[in-house]
């Protein structure tokens, strides 16, 4: 794909998968730590979390933050008992 | 079957010089002389609360927690050990200035590998993007024309015409903010560093740009594209 039929997709993706009801790059942090944690322990989504998830879709550098937290909660150790 | 336990012994053990634990890291167990102490949630806020040697303990062990976390995390971006020690310390300071905000719908450690990671990225972001300006950022989201340098001679006459709705719709529909913000976002740029340059914030810029989608998408609709007929003609690169 050539950078011009990069950008023509990306702009069009932006702008038909517009919602109604979006939250905002903030909003989303708000709520990350626990987004990352229900992701990992594979938990149901509440309704707050699911409009982060939707943020993360249409976001790459919260989707990149994200990324990144996850990786660095592997290094937090389950201790055995 | 934990380990120890095939053995008959069980974890953690108490010999003279302190506690044997058994952890488990990325699937394979080891073995750890006096481990860090095991706080709850509730202990990270109050320990981080406390003056003394109650608080420093527990300011030291979670510094420890943050630069392995980051260097696990930028392992494979060219980060240096001082961003990682420096992006620690700044989120350290924030994780104690905000510690009454944290609500508890978290694991505190998580709470506070979020901020770490949000400081060195945006720490990362700044030094990448400094010297690129607001308009460098817009032009090189800027989409090219259908008949132009940078574009094949032989694409479809569909995609063109959707080339130039999109191209039109850009151009005639958003506001000047709108444009520079959307077109820096397609270049590459990221948010923190565009809304620096907007003289606003990243919950303000995603506002700015939310609406400039929807005006994008309405632009296309009138244009008389469906939604549908936009994703067939993209599909079909």
Known sequence: MSERDTKLKSVIDMALSVLPHEIGCDDCFDYFAAYADHLTNGAAMPEPLRLVGEHLERCACCMEELQLLLEAMKTQNKVSR | MKPGAQRGRSWPRV????????????G????ITNPPKYRTDEDWVSDLSAVGFRGDEALTELRRILVTGLARAFHQFPADSAMVQDSAQEALLLIISRVETYRGDSRFVTWALSIVTRVA???MRRARWKDVSLDEMSEAGRIPPPASEASPANISYERSRLIEVVRNAIEDNLT????DAIQAELGGAPPDEIAKRLGTNR???YKLT???????KQAILRAGWSEDHVRSVLSGT
């Open chain 2, 28 to 31: 394979s167990w080891q073995t």
């Open chain 2, 15 to 26: 010999f003279r010089g302190g506690l044997i634990v058994r952890i488990q890291r990325e």
């Open chain 2, 121 to 123: 990225l945006s720490e």
């Open chain 2, 176 to 179: 000047p903010k709108q444009r």
């Open chain 2, 210 to 216: 939310y609406d400039g989608r929807v005006r994008l």
């Open chain 2, 203 to 205: 919950n303000a810029l």
